[in-house]
C-alpha cells in the first residue's frame, strides 16, 4: 500500500543538545528602592536579554507542534489520525466540523510558553547563575496576541536584580503565519463540510477512471456502469486491483487540486480539479496541500466479476436483429469507503514548518456519504471539591491534566517545610507551595515524570533543591515528598588506552546514559553545538557532531544525590565517517558535596566482534590492568 510521503523527524540519532531542567525560583519580599545604579541597570538589561529569549524560543517551539498536531500543544488520542507519526485531530468529518477556536488554541499557546519558561529560566542564563536575581513565578501572566505573521507576547513576571525591580512586561514576538493559517483551515473545514469537495472530486475520478484491456474488450479500471456487447465479454477485478486502483485515484485526486484559479475548460488537457476561494476569500500565499494519513490504504473488501453469457443456440434473425443482439448486458456497480485525508500548509515563517488538519471523506454508493453519527471528543477535569469542567472542540481546559488529585507537602532534608516549591507532573504544573509545604493539584492518572525544585536563597547566592522521580503512579504523590540538595557537577571526559594505559582529554565525541536509583534517566555528551537544536536523524547527527566541537568538560546539575548506572560510547565522527571507538558500562553514586565526576572509556582493542560481553570485558581490564575505574568522583 502507498505511504504518506512526508516522515516525522524521529530522534534515530544521538541527542546533540541536552537541555538541563534547573529552575529557580524566590519570592520577592520587598519593594524595590529607585532609581537603578548603572551597574545593576546594565546587568537587569542582560537578564531582560535573557529572559525574553527563553519567551520567544519557548513559544516558537509551542507553535510547532501546534501546527504539526492540529492545534493541538499535546497529542489527542480520540478523534484522529496519525500523520508524519503524529497524532493529528479532525476538524471534518463528512458534514460535522470539529474546529478549536482560537481562543483555546490561543491559551494553550500561553500555558505552553509558561511552562518553557518554568523549565528553562535559569538553564538559559549563566549571568543569573550565583546573582541576587530574584522572581515571582505565582504573579507570573503570559498573554498571546495571534496575528496573522506573528505572535506578539506579554509576560508578566515580577523580577528583581540586586533587590531593583526590572521594568514590566518582558515582550517578544515570533514570526509565523499560524494565525492566518488557522484562518484558511478553519474556512476549509467549514465549506468542505458544506460543499463535500473531496468526496466529489474522488467520485469524479472514479467514474473516469482510465481503461484497460479486458480480453480484447475496454472497461474502467474502476468500472461503474456501462453494456457488455460482446458475447462471453467478462469484466474481472479481483479486491486486491479494485484496492489498488482506488487508492491510486485518491492519490491522483489529491495531487490534482488547483487553489485559486477558476477550472479548466479545455477537455483535452489532464483532469484538474479546483477550489476557487473559501467564503469568497483567496489565500495566495499559502499553498495547501491534500496528501494522505500513515497507515494509508483503501480496502474495497470484494472484487468485480461479471460474466456476458454466450447463447445456448444460434437463432434466426428477429425482427432484424441478429443473435448477437442478445449478449446486449447493461451493468452498474457502486462503490462504498472512507479516508482520511490531510490538509497542510507550509508555515514559511517558520522555517516550513507544516501545519496539518485532518479531515474524513465518506463515498457511500459513490455519494457523498454521512460517516454517521461521529461523538465531539471532550475533556473533562475533575477539579478540587468535586467539581468537573468540561470543554468544547475537543480541546483541554488549562493544562492538559487528568482528572486525578496530587495533595502533597514537601519539605527539606531536615524535615522543616518548603514554600515556594514548585512540582510538576508529566505536563500538569501544580501551584507553588504554600507556607506550609503543601501544594494541591490535577494530574495525569497514568505514570509519569515527577519533579519538584525548590532554591534556597543563601545569601547572595542560591542552593538548588530537587526530587526527580519517574515513571512513578499519582497515587505516590499523595504524602509528604522530601527535596535534596543536588550536586553542581563538572563531568570531564577521558578516553583510555588500554595498550599505554594512558588516559587524555579527547577530540572525540561521548555519549553518555545515566539511571538513577529512582528511575530516572538522563543523556551528556560533550558535543557543543552552535544551534540550540536536536538533530533528528543519524545523517543531521552526524553532521552536527563533524561541525562540533568536542568540549573536555561540561556542567550538569540533574545527578540526584546516590546510585546511578552508567553506559558510555565514543564516537569519531567526520563528514564521512561515524563510527564508535570505544564503549563502557558501570555504576557510580554522588553526593551533595560532590564537585566533579570523571568518565572514563576504554578504546576498542578490535572492530571486530563488539558487543556488551566485550564492553564489560574491557571495561574490567581497564580497572585491573590500569587501575583507572570507570567513573571517578571527586570528592
Same mark, same amino acid.
Given at each position: ?7 516525522? +523527524?524521529?530522534? @534515530? ?6 537541555v538541563v531542567?534547573v ?10 528602592p529607585?532609581?537603578?545604579p ?8 542582560l ?17 510547532? #507542534? ?11 488520542f ?31 499557546l ?23 536575581v530574584?522572581?515571582d ?11 496573522d %505573521?506573528?505572535? /506578539? ?30 484562518k ?9 463540510a ?5 468526496e ?12 484497460? /484491456?479486458?480480453?480484447?474488450? +475496454?472497461?474502467a479500471?474502476?468500472?461503474?456502469f ?16 479494485? $484496492? ?14 488547483? #487553489? #485559486?484559479?477558476?477550472?479548466?475548460? /479545455?477537455f483535452s ?8 476561494s ?9 499553498n ?10 483503501i ?11 454466450r447463447?445456448l ?9 441478429t443473435t ?8 452498474s ?12 500548509? $507550509?508555515?514559511?515563517?517558520?522555517? /516550513?514548518?507544516?501545519? $496539518?488538519? +485532518?479531515? @474524513?471523506?465518506?463515498? %457511500? ?13 471532550q ?5 478540587? &471539591? ?11 481546559? +488549562? ?5 486525578c ?12 517545610a ?32 515527577l ?13 538548588l533543591?530537587q526530587?526527580?522521580?519517574? &515513571? ?36 572525540n ?63 569519531k ?7 564508535e ?14 564537585t ?14 563488539i ?5 564489560? $570485558? ?7 590492568k ?10
Amino acid at each position: 500500500m502507498r505511504k504518506a510521503q512526508i516522515e516525522l +523527524a524521529t530522534v @534515530l540519532g544521538v541527542i546533540i543538545v541536552i537541555v538541563v531542567i534547573v529552575f529557580y525560583t524566590l519570592i520577592i519580599a520587598n519593594q524595590p528602592p529607585s532609581p537603578v545604579p548603572s551597574g545593576v541597570g546594565a546587568e537587569q538589561s542582560l537578564v531582560r536579554d535573557k529572559v525574553e529569549g527563553i519567551i520567544s524560543d519557548g513559544a516558537a517551539l509551542s507553535v510547532k #507542534w501546534m501546527e504539526s498536531q492540529g492545534g493541538a500543544i499535546l497529542p489527542i488520542f480520540n478523534n484522529s489520525v496519525s500523520f508524519t507519526r503524529v497524532m493529528v485531530p479532525y476538524w471534518q468529518k463528512c458534514d460535522k466540523t470539529y474546529v478549536p477556536s482560537l481562543d483555546l488554541l490561543t491559551r494553550q499557546l500561553e500555558n505552553a510558553t509558561y511552562n518553557y519558561i518554568v523549565y528553562n529560566l535559569y538553564n538559559r542564563s549563566e549571568i543569573v547563575l550565583g546573582k541576587n536575581v530574584a522572581v515571582d513565578l505565582q504573579a507570573t501572566k503570559v498573554t498571546a496576541n495571534v496575528l496573522d %505573521n506573528k505572535i /506578539d507576547l506579554e509576560v508578566t513576571m515580577p523580577t528583581t536584580v540586586q533587590g531593583y525591580a526590572v521594568q514590566q512586561p518582558y515582550r517578544a514576538s515570533i514570526p509565523t503565519k499560524f494565525g492566518e493559517i488557522y484562518k484558511f483551515m478553519k474556512a476549509y473545514a467549514e465549506e468542505a463540510a458544506k460543499n463535500r469537495y473531496i468526496e466529489l472530486f474522488m467520485i469524479n475520478s472514479i467514474y473516469f477512471s482510465k481503461t484497460i /484491456d479486458d480480453g480484447g474488450v +475496454a472497461h474502467a479500471e474502476v468500472p461503474t456502469f456501462g453494456t457488455m456487447v460482446e458475447c462471453g465479454e467478462t469484466i474481472y477485478r479481483t479486491s486486491e486491483q479494485l $484496492s489498488d486502483s482506488m487508492e491510486g485515484l485518491a492519490l491522483y485526486t489529491l495531487s490534482h487540486v488547483k #487553489w #485559486w484559479v477558476p477550472a479548466e475548460k /479545455d477537455f483535452s488537457k489532464p483532469k484538474q480539479y479546483t477550489i476557487e476561494s473559501l467564503k469568497g476569500k483567496t489565500y495566495p500565499q499559502l499553498n495547501p496541500l491534500f496528501m494522505v494519513d500513515d497507515n494509508f490504504a483503501i480496502n474495497m473488501g470484494g472484487g468485480v466479476s461479471l460474466t456476458n453469457p454466450r447463447p445456448l443456440a444460434s437463432a434466426p434473425a428477429l425482427f432484424g436483429f441478429t443473435t448477437s443482439g442478445l449478449c446486449l448486458k447493461p451493468y452498474s456497480i457502486s462503490y462504498s469507503f472512507q479516508l482520511p485525508v490531510m490538509l497542510v500548509v $507550509s508555515d514559511p515563517l517558520m522555517n /516550513d514548518n507544516k501545519f $496539518s488538519i +485532518a479531515t @474524513l471523506i465518506d463515498i %457511500n454508493n459513490l455519494m457523498p456519504g454521512s460517516c454517521g453519527e461521529i461523538p465531539k471528543p471532550q475533556y473533562c477535569l475533575l477539579k478540587p &471539591g468535586n467539581v468537573t469542567e468540561c470543554t468544547d472542540n475537543g480541546q483541554p481546559p +488549562a493544562y492538559l491534566c487528568g482528572n486525578c488529585t496530587a495533595r502533597m507537602k514537601v519539605v527539606a532534608p531536615d524535615g522543616s517545610a518548603v514554600k515556594g516549591a514548585v512540582t510538576s507532573f508529566g505536563g500538569c504544573v501544580l501551584p507553588a507551595t504554600d507556607s506550609a509545604g503543601m501544594t494541591e493539584g490535577n494530574v495525569n492518572c497514568e505514570p509519569d515524570y515527577l519533579t519538584i525544585t525548590y532554591v534556597k536563597p543563601v545569601g547572595v547566592v542560591s542552593e538548588l533543591y530537587q526530587k526527580r522521580s519517574c &515513571g512513578i503512579s499519582p497515587a505516590d504523590l499523595n504524602g509528604t515528598i522530601t527535596v535534596y540538595k543536588y550536586p553542581k557537577l563538572n563531568v570531564h571526559f577521558r578516553e583510555v588506552n588500554l595498550t599505554t594505559c594512558n588516559a587524555s582529554q579527547t577530540g572525540n565525541f561521548f555519549l553518555v546514559n545515566t539511571t538513577s536509583h529512582s528511575g530516572c534517566h538522563e543523556s551528556i555528551t560533550n558535543a557543543n553545538v552552535s544551534s540550540d537544536v536536536f538533530c533528528t536523524d543519524h545523517i543531521s547527527c552526524s553532521e552536527q557532531m563533524a561541525a562540533a566541537r568536542a568540549e573536555e568538560k561540561v556542567a550538569f546539575e540533574l545527578f540526584e544525590p546516590g546510585s546511578h548506572s552508567i553506559s558510555a560510547t565514543v564516537l569519531k565522527v567526520s563528514p564521512t565517517e561515524r563510527r564508535e571507538a570505544g564503549s563502557m558500562e558501570s555504576s557510580f553514586s554522588v553526593t551533595s558535596s560532590s564537585t566533579d565526576i570523571f568518565i572514563n572509556v576504554p578504546l576498542y582493542e578490535s572492530a571486530a566482534n563488539i558487543s556488551r560481553d566485550y564492553t564489560l $570485558s574491557i571495561t574490567d581490564a581497564m580497572a585491573s590492568k590500569c587501575g583507572i575505574t570507570p567513573v571517578e568522583v571527586r570528592p
